[in-house]
């Protein structure tokens, strides 16, 4: 029988195996990481709700399947964490925003039924920069996540409830979603590996949108093999989403990972490795790169070119889809709306109605956010900056397309610093806006993103080490970094 006390310490696959050959019942994993989390959350603040019925629940149908003898799903009796503007079912869905407080998902996203499907427990839903807008989780509504590994810096963002909670080990494994950064960002501050699938290889259905061209749902783990599973459970084409490729990967050879990179070509873009970049980072980065030599890869200098337009074209594209994307929040039907405070509204015009609402129910990121993207989508204004904006993505993606006729992977920082102090940054947006400078292009190209620890600073805190591939390549990039993982000796967070 396994020990039960020494749980956190397993993979998603282990606890599958184990609960499939009934060396442990999903019921007692689920009740070991509520316990944890009911534990650790208090000081780490990951998560917005949790679902401790539902997951007990859900555990004992996992039980009586494996007690008839019937077969169980690939995650059977795994606790997976969701960022909190995925729809889970009958669950309060909030974006961490005051403007959705009290919405209720009348369905499940396309991803949380393919988990059940997987028979995996969803335990709770985590805290996020509000509408995912920001790269620290200081922007949610009702409180920030602090990173496991020292509580004075942020997690990251905006899948830092994600992140933190799957580095602490309060769930193996989360979903978060990415626009610019906020999967690879987060999970790079929280010592964990957190992967941006290419966009379409996983379904938007029953993701809040922030900006509809650049979102990725994508997941996060404590180790290579255990994400390349997640992946593999919520990846393939989705009819209900249009955006969704046909194509999309659902290999088996995804969950048979080998450490061998041989030969494998990988381009360590100029660009990215600027002055800018924290010199501890720098150094951390370019031993690895040099292990990936050792391993057999064949490393070789690349030019991006375009990369320095990137921060700005996106904080021209994200803010213009989202205003749109947020404009039918107005605080009628859920939220802080007047008409629910028992106040005299028969005077207020529709128009007066909806900026209190609003005003009262979005943060003051994403009252940034819309006001740049509603200027830049204005009359007279569109092409001079939203017109080149997308003009600019597309060099950016011809810079991509260019370099992967010549190298199979690129190798960069996930970020320029590491975790950075609370309100170290809030007080001045593009300082905050350049923590994410170096995973933005990804999105900008639809191109397929992983970050893995590759050491630490001076005062322990993590370092990510960002892989970059080509559409649809995801096998690529996780066979790579697999090969990195097992070559590089990793501790796990030391909070318990």
């Known amino acids: 029988m396994t020990d039960i006390g020494n749980l956190a310490r397993h993979s998603a696959r282990e606890i599958a195996e184990k609960v499939r050959r009934r060396e442990l019942s999903a019921l007692e994993v689920a009740r070991f990481f509520l316990e944890r989390i009911q534990r ?10 949790v679902f401790p019925k539902e997951a007990e629940g859900a555990a004992k149908k996992i039980d009586e399947k494996v007690s008839r003898g019937e077969p169980v ?5 795994v606790p997976v964490a969701i960022k909190d503007n995925i729809l889970v079912e009958g669950t309060e869905t909030t974006c961490a925003s005051k403007i959705l407080e009290g919405f209720v998902a009348p369905y499940d996203a396309s991803v949380v039924q393919k988990l059940k499907q997987e028979d995996a427990i969803l335990i709770g839903k985590t805290n996020l920069d509000e509408f995912a807008m920001g790269s620290s989780t200081e922007n949610s509504a009702y409180f920030p996540t602090r990173n496991p590994w020292d509580l004075r810096r942020v997690p990251g963002g905006s899948s830092g409830g994600s992140a933190a909670a799957v580095a602490c080990r309060m769930a193996p494994l989360a979903l978060g979603s990415d626009t610019g950064g906020s999967i690879r960002q987060p999970a790079a501050l929280c010592g964990v590996v957190g992967l941006k699938p290419t966009y379409g290889a996983v379904s938007r259905y029953g993701l809040i949108a922030f900006a509809s061209s650049l979102d990725q749902i994508g997941p996060l783990a404590n180790d290579v093999a255990d994400l390349a599973l997640l992946f593999r459970v919520i990846g393939g084409h989705d ?33 990215y490795f ?37 921060v700005s074209t996106y904080y021209l594209i994200a803010p213009s889809e989202a205003s749109a994307n947020l404009a039918r929040f107005d605080g009628i039907r859920y939220g802080p709306s007047l008409l629910k405070n028992g106040k005299d509204t028969a005077s207020l015009s529709l128009e007066t ?96 993103g992983l970050s893995l620890p590759c050491g630490k600073t001076g005062a322990g805190a993590p370092i990510g080490l960002q892989l970059l591939g080509p559409p649809l390549q995801e096998l690529r990039l996780l066979q790579a970094a697999f090969a990195y993982q097992e070559s590089f000796s990793w501790e796990p967070c030391p909070l318990s």
Do not use: W
């Open 40 to 49: 650790l959350d208090p000081r780490v603040k990951a998560f917005l709700r």
């Open 73 to 77: 799903g690939r995650l059977a009796g």
């Open 239 to 271: 009819p209900k989403d249009s955006t969704s490729l046909a194509g999309a990967p659902a290999d088996e050879e995804l969950t048979r990972l080998k450490p061998q990179i041989s030969g494998l070509r990988i381009g360590l873009p100029r660009e």
């Open 274 to 310: 600027t002055t800018d970049l924290d010199r501890e980072v720098a150094q951390a980065v370019e031993r690895a790169a040099k292990n990936m030599e050792k391993l057999g890869a064949r490393l070789s200098q690349v030019s991006l070119p375009h990369t320095r337009y990137a």
């Open 353 to 448: 109605l909806y900026e209190e609402n609003r005003g009262r129910g979005f943060g003051p990121e994403v009252k940034r956010r819309i006001m740049l993207g509603t200027y830049a989508l204005s009359s007279g204004y569109y092409q001079a900056y939203y017109g080149q904006a997308q003009k600019a993505r597309t060099l950016i993606r011809q810079d991509f397309e260019a370099v992967f006729q010549n190298v199979d992977l690129l190798l960069t920082p996930t970020a320029p610093t590491a975790a950075f102090l609370f309100g170290e940054k809030t007080s001045n947006p593009l300082q905050m806006y350049l923590s994410d400078a170096l995973t933005i292009p990804a999105n900008l190209a639809g191109l397929c």
